[in-house]
């Protein structure tokens, strides 16, 4: 396969060249290949995106989404490579459910899934999974994701083991006893609706407490879905100080507020919870100056059944996948100046880095990922035409810019728009 006349994203900058692919692999990038070839003229050519914060459901909870589903809507969202969250039920705690989570995506084969294990069994904060017996069947990194490891001694063993097996723990910071069941903001717009409330400092104490824990023991640790500007800033000082440290955010908090409840729409409850305009206007801030290392959709849909409940009952989350690419070109490129290159670094070659994974980088040699766009063109959301089973989002009805045409995993073509 040939890509004829694209702009492809380097981290030097947009260069017109061809690409050509072989066995999977970039056999060659020039400025002109001689062949026929797929005619990329108008579109950009990014390496293949990956998300590492992801919700598959499987398995457990298919009424919501499966692997097969999750798949189909990664591929239309330009994603070649995703890492699946492991609050599944079962579990994945164990090497039999890492090895299911890896069988199920070659049979469905389309992006590749990387899956994440828990940190402690059955995600009750008690013991220590077996985490060499999960890295040995393909896990990733660890997390205990949708809640924190509330001891920190057993959290500190785990950066311990995880580090001996190469593995990181991506930590969801939370203190439970603080949040004491909010579920928004608390801030102007908790009192204007009567919704309960929960604090910053619900989550700054927890990511606080992850980068002493870094510190101490000379060990890395990433921070998700950051929301705050304290903790972007607790972030960034970790960082100057030469913490290992790396962190993650979503879209929803770099574009909306918690002015979003104001009209009890439970697609907006996701946590940690929406902001105040200070903390979105420091996670763009983050983002722009590598405080943040990468851009997550935090993909986590729901049954319709989930969500029509009344606010305080409403499952937490976003299906992102197939708008997160989108949504941070044009609220960051288009509106707030970050370079496509720098895109390319927060949604691909970040996470790769972070996780040890291949890929996010064009170059000879490395896998044939790509996701080819269309930058120009504007469409609206709408969740009807999602290919996740998750029709759960707040930016139904937003316009955006920049559509995916096709998605190429190794060398071959997954998602073509018809």
Known sequence: MILKHAQVVTPEGVKRLDIRIGEGKIAELSPEIAGEGLDCTG???????????????????????????????????????ICCMPNTDPVIDNKVVVSYVKARAKEVGLCKIHPIGAITEGQKGETLSKIGAMKGAGAVALSED?????????????????????????????DAALT??????????????????????AEDIVIAREICLAESLGLPVHICHVSTYSGVELIREAKARGVQ?????????????????????????????????????AVIEGLKDGTLDCIVSDHAPHHADDKNVEYGLAAFGISGLETSFALSYTALVRENGLTLPALTEKMSAAPARILGLQGGALAVGAPADLTVVNLGEKWTVDPATFLSKGKNTPFKGREVYGKVKITIV?????????
């Open 43 to 81: 579109l950009t050519v990014f390496p293949g995106l990956i998300d590492m914060h992801v919700h598959l459901r499987e398995p457990g909870f298919e009424r919501k989404e499966d692997i097969g589903s999750g798949s189909r809507a990664a591929v239309k969202g330009g994603f070649t490579q």
């Open 180 to 201: 004491d069941g909010g579920v928004v903001h608390e801030g102007y717009y908790s009192t204007l609706t009567g919704l309960k409330g929960s604090l910053r400092a």
């Open 245 to 281: 440290v790396t962190a993650e955010t979503c879209p929803h908090y770099f574009i909306l507020t918690d002015a979003a409840i104001a009209n009890f729409d439970t697609d907006t409850k996701v946590n940690p919870p929406l902001r105040e305009e200070r903390d979105r206007l």
């Open 410 to 418: 190794d060398g071959q073509i997954k998602y073509e728009e018809k």
């Open 146 to 174: 949708g809640k924190s490891v509330a001891n920190a001694h057993l959290m500190a063993n785990a950066m311990q083991y995880a580090a001996d097996f190469g593995l990181k723990c991506l930590c969801h910071c939370e």
